[in-house]
């Protein structure tokens, strides 16, 4: 009987920490390959899409060799505004992961949440070092909100941390001012390449 109670107590405590830096929406596709959509296939090369690789580092380490990655390029009609090179976080574990830790996140560079459908998404930032911009992209492609969340003060506990909202099949992770940098807006275009 003991050992029941504490396989329940580490089965809790296992699901606490897979709470991670996203809450609420539909249900993950954990299917590990996400169904993303080629909106523009000839915005960059294929070198520009593996220059990610080893860019992002976790303490001291780079983020796991076998997340794929992927081109994102903002636009406004048919201008370019900018290009990220992603990490694609589109597995449960993965999303749960997301950017916690990463000590740097160079220019140029990000993180893309990847999900099944379209819904309500909420991100918070435990154990973050970088400030962000949290780009929420529809399933049509089309921008629905930005927003800049800075580094929370150390020792928030997770229940007091701010939670970033936004509709959003897709939520791309950069370095915090890279929307205003870039004149990156709501309303504009997100073409992703993978």
């Known amino acids: 009987m003991k050992a ?3 396989l329940a107590v580490v089965s809790v405590l296992a699901l606490a920490l897979l709470a ?30 593996t220059m990610m690789a080893g ?9 796991p060799s076998e997340w794929t990655e992927s081109t994102v390029t903002a636009v406004e009609g048919d201008r370019t505004l900018a290009v990220v ?5 589109d597995t449960a ?12 996140l160079p220019d140029g ?3 893309l ?9 909420a991100f918070y930032m435990p154990d973050m070092y970088v400030a962000l911009d949290m780009v929420f992209v529809g399933a049509d492609g089309e921008i629905t909100t930005i927003h800049s969340a800075p580094i929370p003060p150390e020792g ?18 950069v370095p915090m001012g890279w929307a205003d940098e870039h004149d990156v807006t709501a309303g504009d275009e997100v073409r992703i390449e993978r």
Request: glycine share 14%; aromatic share 4%; net charge negative.
């Open 93 to 104: 574990e993965e999303r749960q992961q997301g950017l916690s830790g990463v000590k740097s």
């Open 20 to 49: 991670g830096c996203l809450t609420g929406g539909a249900p993950a596709d954990d299917g590990g390959n996400a169904t993303v959509t080629v909106l523009d296939g000839d915005a960059t090369t294929t070198s520009d899409a």
């Open 156 to 173: 928030t506990p997770d229940h007091e941390l701010k939670h970033y909202r936004g509709d959003a099949k897709w939520v791309l992770e």
């Open 55 to 63: 860019a992002v580092t976790t303490q001291g380490t780079t983020l």
């Open 113 to 121: 949440f990847v999900f099944s459908g379209e819904s309500e998404r």
């Open 4 to 6: 029941r109670t504490i």
């Open 85 to 89: 090179n992603a990490q694609v976080a």
């Open 109 to 111: 560079t990000g993180m």
